[in-house]
């Protein structure tokens, strides 16, 4: 399931396995980095890419006329997510927190703890590095957990929750990857997909459940 990539930067969207594709930093969100996965019966895009013409073409054909859902991890993974609703007109949720900074988006839904999409897959709110911070868990067959800005590559294999001058609230971020560790599956171990990372530290890969390392 973990792919492994060779380091360096890239300016296209890659596929790393079944159903999963990463898209480049997005220098207008802070340089985070979104995901898609090509679930049925409703694809999702977590966080949003650069909403360039290429991208737009890329996430047409990967839909395959199906209507995915838009999910944002946190606030830095906005981006132009307006732009991208308003063309491709794709629903987007967000934790109830974050809501307000998108007045723009049509067919905007929220939640509060937690939810479970139309595919199955799982999200948590996980506060800390942005107020309405969530992870994205799915499960088998891919069995890998987005994790937004929660965990951050620092190096190849090894992740770390950073407090930076933008973390809204590190004690409640340090609560949140405690919740996450007891909600997900038992002995599940996904593989983990940072939203953040340049790509010589190992961001845009999906890392083994080994990686994430404790401060």
């Not at 159903?19 to 049925?40: M, T």
């Not at 890329?58 to 606030?75: A, E, F, Q």
């Not at 067959?141 to 965990?151: A, D, E, Q, R, T």
Request: hydrophobic content about 35%; charged content about 20%.
């Amino acid at each position: 399931m973990v792919s492994n990539s060779e380091d360096g930067l890239f300016s296209c969207p890659k596929q790393l396995n079944e159903g999963i594709w990463v898209f480049p930093v997005d220098k207008e969100s802070n340089s985070s980095r979104s995901w898609w996965l090509g679930c049925a019966p409703e694809p999702v895009l977590i966080d949003c890419p650069p909403c360039n013409q290429s991208n737009i073409e890329i996430l047409r054909k990967l839909s395959l006329g199906r209507t995915p859902r838009i999910v944002l991890t946190n606030r830095d993974g906005h981006g132009r997510v307006s732009d991208l609703n308003e063309t491709l007109g794709w629903p987007v949720l967000v934790q109830e927190q974050e809501a307000y900074l998108l007045p723009r988006i049509r067919k905007l839904e929220t939640f509060s703890e937690e939810y479970v999409t139309a595919s199955g897959l799982r999200l948590l709110w996980t506060p800390g590095p942005t107020p309405g911070s969530c992870v994205v868990y799915a499960p088998d067959p891919w069995n890998v957990l987005f994790c937004g800005s929660l965990l951050i590559p620092v190096k190849t294999n090894h992740l770390l929750a950073l407090r930076t001058r933008k973390t809204f609230h590190w004690t409640r971020q340090q609560k949140s990857l405690k919740k996450l560790r007891t909600w997900l599956p038992p002995e599940s171990k996904p593989g983990l997909a940072s939203g953040g990372g340049v790509d010589s530290q190992g961001g845009g890969v999906l890392h083994h459940w080994e990686a994430w390392q404790e401060l």
